[in-house]
Nanobody
Framework: QVQFVESGGGLVQPGGSLRLSCAAS????????MDWYRQAPGKERELVAQ???????NYADSVKGRFTVSRNNAQNTVYLQMDSLKPEDTAVYYC?????????WGQGTQVTVSS
């Protein structure tokens, strides 16, 4: 059983930055891929960023150059550094992995970008 707890969300002005954290209840070293998803009101959940154990990263086109995903296996934590935030980044952000055929999600953290 795996539990994720996201934190770091909040209200920020356009152009600002936030750093999200996803703390796992156990070792994340066994998870080859860790993801960040987001879901805006009235929209489907979408993949924002993913990081592999080897260090490779993938990003949605909408966040490339602005968001950076990282992981610290020793601390069982995944991060999402979000810079140059835009109103369209407003959403609930979720941590996710898939392990032995099962999806694991955190409860989400709200990010609101507004002046």
């Amino acid at each position: 059983q795996v539990q994720f707890v996201e934190s770091g969300g909040g209200l920020v002005q356009p152009g600002g930055s936030l750093r999200l954290s996803c703390a796992a209840s156990g070792s994340i070293a066994r998870f080859s891929i860790m993801d960040w998803y987001r879901q805006a009101p009235g929209k489907e959940r979408e993949l924002v960023a993913q990081i592999f154990n080897g260090g490779s990263r993938n990003y949605a086109d909408s966040v490339k150059g602005r968001f950076t995903v990282s992981r610290n296996n020793a601390q069982n934590t995944v991060y999402l550094q979000m810079d140059s935030l835009k109103p369209e980044d407003t959403a609930v952000y979720y941590c996710h992995t898939k392990y032995v055929g099962q999806d694991y999600w955190g409860q989400g953290t709200q990010v609101t970008v507004s002046s």
